[in-house]
């Protein structure tokens, strides 16, 4: 394989169909798709591509820092798509600490654990992070 590339919330919506476009277009890199299979996560959206050989499910949360950092040290990725998050606004008066801890916590754990990673080659790594929280997005860009 010629690169491993992580792409979290890979189960929902907007994921799977990301994670589907890379594995099939891509068929020489390593697609690992990480998911915490809440209520936006179905691995019924990703049946096509399960047993494609360039594909690989993980189940796991973000927030769990130890998780997080034997990932990255396993497979060594060479980029970082981001996408897990928890959005749905009724969802997040009913519980803000859910939101902070996989939205800003669950982040700041991949931003860290990416860094490690690849300290004498960031120019040659990708984080993309994607959310429609700006001040989240100013502090991804002041980590990396």
């Known amino acids: 394989m010629e690169k491993t590339i992580l792409i979290t919330g890979g189960a929902g919506f907007i994921g799977s169909h990301l994670v589907r476009l890379f594995v099939n277009k891509y068929p020489n890199y390593k697609i690992v798709n990480l998911d915490k299979l809440t209520y936006a996560g179905n691995l019924e959206n990703i049946l096509d591509i399960e047993n494609k050989k360039n594909y690989e499910f993980i189940k796991g949360d973000i927030v769990d820092s130890v998780f997080i950092n034997e990932l990255f040290l396993k497979y060594k990725f060479d980029g970082v798509i981001h996408l897990a998050a928890e959005s749905h606004v009724d969802r997040s008066i009913a519980n803000p600490m859910e939101f902070i801890n996989t ?7 991949l931003l860290n654990a990416f860094r490690k990673i ?22 991804v860009q002041t980590i990396l």
Request: glycine share 6%.
């Open 103 to 109: 939205n800003i916590l669950g982040t700041v754990n």
């Open 118 to 139: 690849c300290e004498k080659n960031i120019s040659e790594k990708r984080f993309y992070h994607i959310s429609t929280d700006e001040g989240l997005q100013r502090q």
